[in-house]
């Protein structure tokens, strides 16, 4: 972990140079809490941007921040829901399914998001059967 300024200084300002040169780029940062948020939001030329929901805040105000700026791709592995960023929201999110419904409920009209399913959750068949079903009743096609 670096603090926001040296995240700004030696991140966000490198970032920018590279996709001023090169062109649009996926960016993923682990942790997504309100100090960084000004620093993420000054972001050019991503069109995908990827977080851990464990080290990371409310994914509905991530949401709520991000939406429209970039295609959200957050990552949700097995046990995610055991992570400390998960557990300290107190939303009785007791599984993977339960993250992704979550996420779900939270969308707004104009965020685009792709959930990143980690191996270990897709070898978990029945949370994936789950997970599919969720999508399904929302009118969402998985993509395998």
């Avoid at 994914?59 to 992570?83: T, Y």
């Avoid at 029945?126 to 395998?144: H, M, S």
Wanted: with cysteine.
């Amino acid at each position: 972990m670096i603090s926001p300024e040296q995240h700004l200084e030696y991140s966000i300002e490198y970032i920018n140079r590279i996709t001023k040169e090169l062109g649009p780029l996926h960016y993923h940062s682990c942790t997504w809490t309100e100090p960084y948020y000004e620093n993420i939001g000054k972001l050019e030329n991503v069109k995908v941007a990827n977080w851990s929901f464990g080290t990371s805040a409310d994914p509905a105000d991530l949401m709520k921040k991000f939406s429209g700026k970039f295609l959200l791709a957050p990552h949700i592995d097995l046990n995610v829901h055991r992570e400390h960023g998960v557990a300290s929201l107190n939303k009785n999110l007791n599984s993977a399914c339960d993250l992704t419904k979550y996420l779900l409920d939270n969308m707004l009209e104009n965020t685009a998001l792709y959930i990143w399913f980690q191996p270990d959750l897709c070898e978990d068949i029945e949370q994936i059967k789950r997970i599919y079903r969720l999508l399904d009743d929302y009118g969402y096609t998985p993509i395998t």
